[in-house]
Nanobody, 114 residues
Framework: QVHLVESGGGLVQAGGSLRLSCAAS????????MGWYRQAPGKQRELVAT???????NYADSLKGRFTISRDNAENTVFLQMNSLKPEDTAVYYC????????WGKGTLVTVSS
């Protein structure tokens, strides 16, 4: 089992920034990749960003340039730096870990006010 705990969500004005964190614990060996999805009200969950164990990153096209994913291997933590936030970024952000199957955190709510 892999346990994921997200933090850093909250309310921010449009144009502001937030940094999300996801701490992994448990059977964290052989995790291939970690990353973030988000789900806005009434919408499907969508990929935000991924970072592999080797440090390769991938982003949703619409978020490139505003969001940055990084990881601290020593702390088993993944971060998502979100800049120039827009009201349409409002969503629950879920951390995931790919260890042959996906493990999910419970999510953290990001609300961007206009």
């Amino acid at each position: 089992q892999v346990h994921l705990v997200e933090s850093g969500g909250g309310l921010v004005q449009a144009g502001g920034s937030l940094r999300l964190s996801c701490a992994a614990s448990g059977s964290i060996f052989s995790i291939n990749a970690m990353g973030w999805y988000r789900q806005a009200p009434g919408k499907q969950r969508e990929l935000v960003a991924t970072i592999t164990s080797g440090g390769r990153t991938n982003y949703a096209d619409s978020l490139k340039g505003r969001f940055t994913i990084s990881r601290d291997n020593a702390e088993n933590t993944v971060f998502l730096q979100m800049n120039s936030l827009k009201p349409e970024d409002t969503a629950v952000y879920y951390c995931y870990a790919d260890r042959g199957r996906y493990y999910w955190g419970k999510g953290t709510l990001v609300t961007v006010s206009s």
